[in-house]
């Protein structure tokens, strides 16, 4: 069975912690590895998580806080200095194309790696993956932000006790699959009647950002959200102000959206106790939750119950 989880090399806003490291994010979906936001420290984070520089495909930034990009000169260097044999796509927002720039070249090192830059300049810009399609939808927040979500499409799943019973085997199969009927002993059986829908996966990664549109777009229906909140509701106020979320604001959008799996992270280091953020995110969303902590690893839950077809 092919790999799906979220590995969290750190989950601290703004500055790192005695316990806690800048954000940072790997996802692993098949033979994606994506990483999201790598913070200062994330190169050495990594170290600790068995994926290596020469396992990423795909580097993704919401944006050009520090805590959100200050690890990428040694990620980008790494990819160098490890040899990776294949261009690593890199996505950020286009009006951060200075920063991108200066990151990518902080200090002086040797470049082999190829790095395939592709900015976001629109909300709504989709790229199209082997495995789905990677969506960016715009933040709202003092700088120019983006979210993504990864969508697989939904699937097929062919019922061998159903195949057998109408007698089709071999390249009737395929056939079947990929017209949608087939004509057989003067009876036109169709796909749905020998198959079940597959539904296919989401993951949502949205960081940074005040309540807007672009959250609830991101969050729908995600098998497993990864969500800032920064702050608890006692903060609201200065959440709202400064462009991030409550734990309670982000647990209701997740209930809202029908999410299944909910990871909260970025927290202000003013709060000591994460049970905090828990009891006041458990109060609106009744799945599965998780306080994010540093190189935890979170599976995406397994597939919804296909639905007869
Ligand atoms: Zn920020």
Not at 30 to 50: A, K
Not at 147 to 158: A, H, K, Q, S, T
Not at 275 to 297: K, M, N, S, Y
Request: glycine fraction near 10%; hydrophobic fraction near 40%.
């Amino acid at each position: 069975m092919s790999m799906r989880e979220l590995v969290v090399l750190g989950t601290a806003s703004q500055a790192p912690t005695r316990q806690r490291n800048h954000n940072g994010y790997l996802l692993r979906w098949d033979d994606e590895v994506i990483l999201f936001d790598p913070g200062e420290g994330s190169q050495r984070q990594m170290l600790h998580t068995g994926i290596t520089a020469t396992d990423l495909t795909r580097i993704c930034v919401t944006h050009f806080h520090g805590d959100h990009c200050l690890g990428l000169p040694g990620m980008i260097q790494r990819l160098s200095l490890d040899r990776v044999p294949r261009p690593v796509a890199v996505h950020f927002p286009a009006g951060g194309a200075e920063y991108f720039a200066r990151l990518r070249h902080a200090s002086s090192f040797y470049e082999t790696a190829e790095l395939a830059v592709e900015p976001v300049d629109a909300d709504g810009q989709r790229i199209t993956l082997g495995i789905g399609t990677l969506e960016a939808r715009r933040l709202r927040h003092p700088i120019e932000t983006y979210g993504y979500r990864l969508i697989e499409p939904d699937g097929c799943r062919m019922l061998p006790e159903r195949l057998a019973a109408y007698g089709i085997a071999g390249p009737d199969t395929g056939r079947l699959l990929r017209d949608g009927h087939l004509d057989r002993d003067g009876r036109r059986v169709t796909r749905d009647e020998v198959s079940v829908t597959r539904p296919g996966q989401r993951f949502a990664f949205v960081m940074d950002t005040g309540l807007c549109d672009g959250v609830y777009a991101l969050a729908e229906h995600a098998d497993l959200l990864v969500i800032e909140s920064t702050f608890l509701e006692s903060e609201a106020a200065l959440a709202a102000e400064v462009g991030h979320l409550t734990a309670g604001q982000a647990a209701r959008v997740a209930a809202e959206s029908g999410v299944r799996t909910l990871v909260l992270t970025h927290f202000s280091q003013r709060y000591a106790d994460p049970r905090r953020f828990h009891d006041e995110a458990r109060e609106h969303f009744p799945g599965d939750l998780v306080i994010a902590e540093d190189l935890q690893t979170v599976q995406v839950p397994p597939r919804r119950v296909p639905s007869p077809g």
